[in-house]
Every structure is written in C-alpha cells, then in structure tokens.
C-alpha cells in the first residue's frame, strides 16, 4: 500500500510495522471559515454542526473542538485499510472533560450502525475500550435499546463489552498515544506504557477500513501515524 504523507514520506518498513500513513499537520489553510484540513482528510461538520469551523490547522497541530450548534461529537476520519494495526499520535487535553477518541470502522460492513467496530477513549481519568461490532452498535442492538426491548441477556452480554482501566492524565500537557490491535485483541500505550488491554471478538473484524478521530468536545493532535502490522 502507498504512504500517503502531509510531509516527507517515510518509506521503510518498521519492527513494529509498515507505516502506510502518516500527518505532521504541517501546513497552512486557505481560509478559516469552514473546515479545511486536507490529506485525505473529512470531518462531519457540514452534516453537524451547519457547516461551521471544527477543525483548525495551527502552529503544526490539528485542534479538534466541538461547535456549540453541533448535535453530534465531530468526526475527523481518514481511509486505512489493515487486518493487524497501530495508530500512534501526540495528543494534548486542554481541558479536564477533554477526551481522545480513536473509532475503527468498516463502512462496507452494513450489520453495524454507521460502520462501528471498536473505539478508544482516552480521559484525564481513564481509558475505555470498547466492543462496538459485538456490543452497541449491533443494528438488531442498537434498534432494541432504542425500543426499550433489551432482554435481560444481551444486558448482561454488553457489560462484557467494554473495559474501562483508570490512568490519570496532565491537562495542557503533550502525550503519545498508541492503539494496537492484534487478532481479538486492543492494547493501548501512553508514552511506551501499556495502560490498558482488551479482548473481544468484534476486534477481530477481517478489515478496519476507516480512523475515526471521534472528539465529544475538544483535543489537541499531532504527528499521527497509521501501521499494518499484517
């Protein structure tokens, strides 16, 4: 697969993978009216928030914030395409309700709301992972809880589905994340330390096609870089 890079690519292959895209978010924007972020870069704010601003290139960084009309967290997502992966990036949360959020989907696959597989959150309390393909996102799930019809036993089977681990996090201060996934299995690391792990099937999916920056109010991103680690 082709390196895509907002800077020089780096073609070479990696112990820890090949790296297939990469963003230093080292450029300038042509206006600052509406989004602009370019390298294969969309957001969802024309569709939620009417259009408005939620994505600012700044002194080499991509700012994340959430438009106070929007109706739905902003969405920033980029094409990827691999079995086994990682994603690695600078992060910064300004605030103490900031959050990190790195959503895996596959758009092709119509049994699942919207495409979701499994998401990160990172907090300045916590990280969370979760089972999204197997768990909430499930359409015949996601339509019960709407309904209000949840049986007693896929209650009990969505508890198993997510896994939330406490770490605790400076605000205003630069971290380095990395999402891992191998097989069934999600592994996050926050500067080189494992922080939290989790196993379940909805992992395992065949083909994560698409990243999600899935950002609830506001985060700081830099230097983001996608690997196969098939």
């Known amino acids: 697969m082709a390196i895509v890079s907002g800077g020089p690519a780096v073609a070479e292959e990696s112990k820890t993978g090949k790296l297939i895209f990469e ?4 450029r300038n ?4 009216e509406r989004d602009e972020v370019g ?3 969309n957001t969802n704010s024309k569709s939620r928030a009417n259009g408005h601003k939620q994505v600012d290139l700044k002194d080499g960084a991509m700012r994340i914030f959430i438009h106070e009309t929007a109706d739905h967290g902003v969405s920033v997502t980029h094409p990827m395409e691999f079995r086994d992966g990682r994603v690695e990036l600078k992060f910064m949360l300004e605030h103490p309700k900031d959050s990190l959020g790195l959503n895996f989907a596959d758009l092709k696959y119509k049994k699942v709301w919207a495409g979701h597989l499994f998401r990160v959150n990172v907090g300045v309390k916590a990280v969370e992972i979760a089972d999204l393909k197997t768990g909430v996102m499930d359409l015949k799930t996601r339509e ?3 309904a209000g ?4 036993e896929v209650k009990e089977k969505l508890k198993t589905k997510t896994k939330r681990v406490p770490h605790k996090l400076e605000t205003g201060k630069w971290y380095h994340a990395a999402a891992e996934v191998v097989g069934d299995t999600m592994t996050v690391s926050i500067d080189g330390e494992e922080v939290a792990s989790f196993s379940s099937e909805g992992m395992a999916h065949p083909t994560k096609r698409l990243l999600r920056l899935a950002i609830k109010r506001n ?9 196969s680690l098939d």
């Open 23 to 26: 963003d230093r978010f080292e």
């Open 144 to 146: 019960a809880r709407k």
């Open 29 to 32: 924007e042509s206006q600052e």
């Open 39 to 41: 390298n294969g870069w």
């Open 149 to 152: 019809t949840v049986s007693d």
């Open 219 to 227: 985060v700081v991103v830099d230097d983001l870089q996608i690997y």
